[in-house]
């Protein structure tokens, strides 16, 4: 191989990684706007699930608190006769 053949090679190996980078920064900047447009919509579902959380663990607590006045009651009218 001449030194012009192994020049030209070399120079076809270094185009085809520009056209590889090129690619790779479009795709880049491509998510990097998507991830633009749905960072408000992410937080949005971030602040539901934790009000939802939240949620959950209220209506737990008066499941457990609504037992427990059923369980005094009953036990109060079998206690009571």
Do not use: C, Y
């Not at 795709?27 to 971030?46: D, H, T, W």
């Amino acid at each position: 191989m001449t030194d012009a053949e192994v020049l030209r090679q070399i120079n076809r190996r270094l185009d085809k990684q520009d056209e590889q980078l090129a690619a790779i920064r479009e795709e880049q900047i491509r998510v990097a706007s998507a991830a633009e447009a749905l960072a408000p919509a992410l937080e949005e579902v971030v602040a539901f699930w934790k009000g939802s959380r939240i949620l959950a663990k209220i209506l737990g607590t008066l499941a457990a608190l609504a037992s427990l006045a059923v369980g005094a009651i009953v036990w109060s009218a079998d206690r009571l006769k």
